[in-house]
């Protein structure tokens, strides 16, 4: 069964008819997610959030505004930019506000102004008893109690239905310049990444593509980059003056690293060119390889380790010939990998899923994370126990059936 509803207390009602028949409840959002998290991998009830798209007058004062679950990244923006302010979580996709607090979203500013974790004030939502429940007040800060805002973000809607969250805005920057600089090699411009972050420079933005990505934009997108390993950087600031002060320290760093063929973007049609071919980068890898399918993953790990665990993702690819464009949030320590595969080839799958296994082993062994935002869904919950030891999970698990007694709320996700 597949459910609309239009208001918090329809939503409520639903939740309340899914518990008297003790039937599954999968949240759904614009379906971007990539572990599987709206899979009704026991039928039920799927909830498409998605008529639930209002958005409240932004506050200027408080610089917040509430929104309901179903209302999509872009159409948020086509709003609050008008008002002189922006969201700051930028994932790519085209996601629901309801999608980004379930999955823990972030993206490329993460770097300069958080994931959503930072970035959402409160949440309303539908609880286990089918109960309406406000998580927080719309104060910046509170001792007063537990913090089940930041419980339900990254909750994968397995502990309750998101239905309105309060957001953080940010004042748009008087001063925004973007480029891409090229590198001689990936450690060359990771550790440029690296460099970027330690001198404190205020970046906005810093992406990785590695070569193949870079090629696979050219091709799909019709654009001009050089095939090399390239960073996208941004840089905000209250004046021209302050923008060329950091770009300048940024050039200073990577000229360090062999960085060359800066393409600087000053006026806004060249940035949101830039960053178009960037958010593209899924739809342009699969184009590499046309039928196959993408089996992407992301890990993240402490910044110290990014270029050992990028440079030993790329000497595997390479081991075991697959087809795998690396891109990355390296600013934060988070990167993806999107590795080509043939659906109706199990050896092929196997070789992936082979890889993705080690790629997540290395990045526990540096003290990472096997998920920097993809979220756990039903695709990597084996990594769990290994990450957080038995006792963690299990303390998740008592968190689960405390809040989900009848487990109705997206079973098989998370812990399985």
């Given amino acids: 069964m597949v459910v609309w509803p239009r208001s918090i207390e329809e939503a409520a009602a639903v939740v309340r008819i899914a518990l008297e028949h003790r039937l599954p409840l999968v949240p759904f959002?614009?379906?971007?997610?990539?572990?599987?998290?709206?899979?009704?991998?026991?039928?039920?009830?799927?909830?498409?959030?998605?008529?639930?798209?209002?958005?409240?007058?932004?506050?200027l004062d408080d610089l917040d505004v509430a929104v309901e679950a179903g209302v999509t990244r872009r159409a948020l923006d086509q709003r609050l930019r008008p008002e002189g302010v922006f969201f700051a979580v930028d994932p790519g996709a085209d996601a629901t506000v309801g999608g980004m607090v379930g999955t823990g979203a972030s993206g490329t500013m993460t770097v300069r102004y958080g994931t959503m974790r930072e970035n959402v004030l409160a949440l309303t939502i539908?609880?286990?008893?089918?109960?309406?429940?406000?998580?927080?007040?719309?104060?910046?800060?509170?001792?007063?109690?537990?913090?089940?805002?930041?419980?339900?973000?990254?909750?994968?809607?397995?502990?309750?239905?998101?239905?309105?969250?309060?957001?953080?805005?940010?004042p748009i920057p008087p001063a925004i310049a973007a480029a891409a600089c090229t590198f001689p090699s990936i450690d060359a411009a990771v550790q440029c990444a690296v460099g970027v972050r330690q001198y404190a420079i205020p970046v906005a933005r810093i992406e990785l593509a590695d070569e193949l990505q870079i090629?696979?934009?050219?091709?799909?997108?019709?654009?001009?980059?050089?095939?090399?390993?390239?960073?996208?950087?941004?840089?905000?600031?209250m004046s021209e003056a302050d923008v060329s002060a950091q770009a300048q320290e940024a050039a200073s760093i990577a000229a360090e690293f062999g960085g060359s063929g800066i393409e600087w973007a000053s006026d806004e049609r060249e940035r949101r060119r830039l960053w178009h071919a960037r958010h593209r980068a899924?739809?342009?890898?699969?184009?590499?390889?046309?039928?196959?399918?993408?089996?992407?993953?992301?890990?993240?790990?402490?910044?110290?380790?990014?270029?050992?665990?990028?440079?030993?993702?790329?000497?595997?690819?390479?081991?075991?010939?697959?087809?795998?464009?690396?891109?990355?949030?390296?600013?934060?320590?988070?990167?993806?990998?999107?590795?080509?595969?043939?659906?109706?080839?199990?050896?092929?799958?196997?070789?992936?899923?082979?890889?993705?296994?080690?790629?997540?082993?290395?990045?526990?062994?540096?003290?990472?994370?096997?998920?920097?935002?993809?979220?756990?869904?039903?695709?990597?919950?084996?990594?769990?126990?290994?990450?957080?030891?038995?006792?963690?999970?299990?303390?998740?698990?008592?968190?689960?059936?405390?809040?989900d007694p009848h487990g109705i709320f997206n079973p098989g996700k998370v812990l399985g």
């Fill in 215 to 237: 090629e696979a934009i050219n091709r799909h997108d019709e654009t001009s980059f050089r095939v090399a390993p390239t960073l996208f950087l941004e840089f905000h600031g």
């Fill in 29 to 59: 959002g614009a379906g971007t997610s990539l572990e599987g998290h709206v899979a009704a991998l026991a039928g039920g009830i799927s909830v498409d959030m998605r008529e639930m798209d209002a958005i409240g007058r932004p506050s």
């Fill in 126 to 170: 539908v609880n286990g008893r089918g109960e309406v429940v406000r998580t927080h007040s719309r104060a910046r800060k509170s001792s007063a109690g537990y913090d089940l805002t930041r419980l339900m973000i990254g909750s994968e809607g397995t502990l309750g239905l998101i239905c309105e969250a309060t957001l953080r805005t940010h």
């Fill in 282 to 403: 899924y739809d342009a890898a699969r184009a590499l390889r046309p039928g196959r399918a993408g089996l992407t993953t992301d890990v993240c790990v402490p910044i110290s380790a990014l270029a050992d665990c990028v440079t030993a993702a790329q000497a595997d690819i390479a081991e075991h010939h697959l087809t795998a464009p690396i891109v990355g949030h390296v600013g934060d320590g988070n990167f993806h990998v999107c590795v080509l595969v043939d659906p109706n080839d199990a050896e092929d799958i196997a070789r992936a899923e082979a890889f993705h296994g080690r790629l997540v082993e290395r990045a526990l062994a540096h003290g990472g994370t096997c998920t920097g935002e993809h979220g756990v869904g039903y695709g990597k919950t084996r990594f769990l126990a290994a990450e957080h030891g038995p006792a963690g999970v299990e303390m998740m698990r008592a968190v689960k059936h405390a809040l």
